[in-house]
């Protein structure tokens, strides 16, 4: 974890040095790895939207050859290609974003394995609102924050998903949408402060991302209706 959660280190030591709060650092390195991965997560969800424009023809595809599983993956490979779509188009933003997140919660666990500072020894320890130390958990308000945004977020995420996963899979994500956000405010009661902090105002943003791609999937799929009339009066 060192080589993710170091370089996260030395920014927010540089942050604390230029604001000179360390919950207002936080913060503020909240904001800039939210920013910096909106690309990714913008990757990811048109990815899970153009899976959800093929998925009938994927499931066409998966009824009609069901007995020939070579043949099936041919037909998945040609559809793949010919939609400009893949499989794994998805995967590689998740991967960065949980690379981040791991270097993130490392950092703000243990933020003196990662911060060579002798200052940030006692920046750590700083209060902020009506928080006395920041790296002791606080035991319900950021916890509750930080599950209540969970859930709101996973809540616009499902919506912007919606139609790219089989059955089995939504019934799953309906579950998790409530067990995760309760996981997240005991975990959150453990941790220092400091991450819980990070947390919260990563999931306040994450809902404001989440209406966003919840609108341009809504606006896709006006433009992929219009296409089709035009087609249909053509034709």
Avoid at 23 to 33: D, E, R
Avoid at 112 to 119: F, K, L, P, V
Wanted: net charge positive; with cysteine; charged share 20%.
């Amino acid at each position: 974890m060192r080589l993710l959660a170091s370089p996260l280190g030395y920014l927010l030591t540089w942050l604390y040095d230029f604001i000179g709060s360390y919950g207002i650092a936080v913060l503020v390195l909240t904001v800039i790895i939210k920013l910096a991965l909106y690309p990714v997560y913008a990757k990811q969800i048109k990815a899970t939207m153009n899976m959800s424009k093929m998925q009938p023809k994927i499931n066409e595809i998966q009824q009609k050859y069901a007995k020939d599983k070579q043949l099936m993956n041919e037909k998945m490979a040609e559809l793949y290609k010919e939609e400009g779509g893949s499989m794994y188009g998805g995967c590689l933003p998740m991967i960065v974003q949980m690379l981040v997140i791991m270097g993130l919660f490392s950092l703000f666990r243990n933020p003196m394995n990662y911060i060579g500072s002798d200052q940030m020894l006692f920046a750590v320890h700083e209060s902020f609102l009506w928080i006395q130390d920041l790296a002791q958990p606080d035991k319900w308000i950021l916890p509750i924050i930080s599950g209540v945004a969970t859930f709101i977020a996973y809540y616009f995420s499902q919506t912007t998903q919606a139609g790219a996963n089989a059955d089995q899979m939504q019934v799953m994500n309906k579950m998790m949408k409530y067990i995760f956000p309760v996981m997240i405010l005991l975990m959150a009661r453990s941790y220092p402060a400091g991450l819980a902090l990070y947390w919260s105002g990563s999931q306040i943003m994450q809902i404001f991302y989440n209406i966003r791609f919840a609108r341009m999937k809504k606006k896709a799929l006006e433009e992929e209706k219009h296409k089709k009339k035009k087609k249909a009066a053509k034709a």
